[in-house]
Each structure stands twice: as structure tokens, then as C-alpha cells.
């Protein structure tokens, strides 16, 4: 079945730093990408969608230039979280699909702790 | 806005009991509703995809209802086992043709051995 790995699965990065978390569909070609954000004790939150080679829509209140997404080829979307605060962290989990009717794969998410 | 609701927040039964958990949604504009099973480091696992009302699904000890008249889905354990024991999430597009999916906080479910 599809499979999509997201790396890493956890990161301590100090406040000021910037931190890259990969996304990759081992077994399709994901044509659309998803990044989602975690608090605690809530729902899973859209923050953009990408697609290859075209720039990320991003959803209401999420700030581009803080959160920011690559999707340069058609297994591989980054998210990097610029200039990292406390406040950022949070769980990030990316889900993937090769298009509409194909069901969405995600990956096994990632743990930011801002110190 | 669409808001997808889960109950219960979580639930520890013994093992070899039966449960179920409820998602709720608008029953206007409904277009389809996914199941997930999501076990704690792992990637969230897709159960189900239900579009119609009355729909039933099973996989397993696992079956899920749709009513989309009033608005919600059910999802059933028959004789659970410490490895269902998971988050069990649910959720559903706004409008039809969207990627946006809009999710539940989930239930999550201990079972004792």
C-alpha cells in the first residue's frame, strides 16, 4: 500500500534556529501534499496545501514566510519552520495523495520543541 | 463552518468487550466522511470512506454506520483487543471537490488485557 515517510519524528531546536521536516511517498507520486498542525488536545489543523512545482496555498492565519513549504518534486514536500519560537511547538504531520478519488496516506507525524 | 465532533474524548474497556464511538457532523452539504485509525508513533491509517446514508462498512471487528440525515457516523469494536487500542479520528470535507478536510479531535481508545 502507499506509503509516506516524514522525518524526522522528533526535534529539540533552540529558539531563533530553523528546522526542515521532510515529507516523501516511497511508492506513488503525490501530486498534492498536506501539512497539518496539532495542539494539544485537538484536532488535526490544515496549514497548506502544495502542489509539485507550483507554489503552497496556504490556509487562513498561517503566516508564510514563518512556515515554509517546498514541494520540488513529485515524492518530496519540506516544511521549515523559520526562526523558530517556543510558540511553534507543536505536532506536524504531512498526508499525501496522487489526486482526487485516491484517498490520502499520511505520515507518522513530527514532534517540535522549541527551547 | 464545518465542525466535526467526536465522543467520547476516550474510553478504556476491557478486553473482549464490545464498544462504539459517535462522529457528528452538519447534516447539510454532506459529501463524504473517512474513518482513521491512528495508533500512538505511527501514521494515522485510513478505515473507511463513506459517501452514502445507511452506508455500513466493516474491516475485521471494526464496522462503521453513516447516517447523514442526522448527521452522524458510528464506529464499532466486537470484541476488542489491546491492539486496537489507538486514536480513532474522523473526518469530513466542507464541500465537495476539496482537499480541506475538516477533522474530529478523536477518541481514543485503551483496551485493558
Known amino acids: 500500500g502507499a506509503v509516506v515517510s516524514q522525518h524526522p519524528s522528533r526535534v529539540i531546536c533552540k529558539s531563533g534556529t530553523s528546522v526542515k521536516i521532510e515529507c516523501r511517498s516511497l511508492?506513488?507520486?503525490?501530486?498534492?501534499m498536506f501539512w497539518y498542525r496539532q495542539f494539544p488536545k485537538k484536532s488535526l489543523m490544515l496549514m497548506a496545501t502544495s502542489n509539485e512545482g507550483s507554489k503552497a496555498t496556504y490556509e487562513q492565519g498561517v503566516e508564510k514566510d514563518k512556515f515554509l513549504i517546498n514541494h520540488a518534486s513529485l515524492t518530496l514536500s519540506t516544511l521549515t519552520v523559520t526562526s523558530a519560537h517556543p510558540e511553534d511547538s507543536s505536532f506536524y504531520i504531512c498526508?499525501?495523495?496522487?489526486?482526487w478519488g485516491y484517498g490520502y496516506t499520511f505520515g507518522s507525524g513530527t514532534r517540535l520543541t522549541v527551547v | 463552518i464545518l465542525n466535526v465532533e467526536q465522543s467520547p474524548q476516550s474510553l478504556h474497556v476491557q478486553e473482549g468487550d464490545s464498544t462504539n464511538f459517535t462522529c457528528s457532523f452538519p447534516s447539510s452539504n454532506f459529501y463524504a466522511l473517512h474513518w482513521y485509525r491512528w495508533e500512538t508513533a505511527k501514521s494515522p491509517e485510513a478505515l473507511f470512506v463513506m459517501t452514502l446514508n445507511g452506508d455500513e462498512k466493516k474491516k475485521g471487528r471494526i464496522s462503521a454506520t453513516l447516517n447523514t440525515k442526522e448527521g452522524y457516523s458510528y464506529l464499532y469494536i466486537k470484541g476488542s483487543q489491546p491492539e486496537d487500542s489507538a486514536t480513532y479520528l474522523c473526518a469530513s470535507p466542507p464541500t465537495s471537490g476539496t482537499y480541506k478536510y475538516i477533522f474530529g479531535t478523536g477518541t481514543r481508545l485503551k483496551v485493558l488485557a
Open positions: 498526508s499525501a495523495t496522487q489526486g
Open positions: 511508492d506513488f507520486q503525490a501530486t498534492t
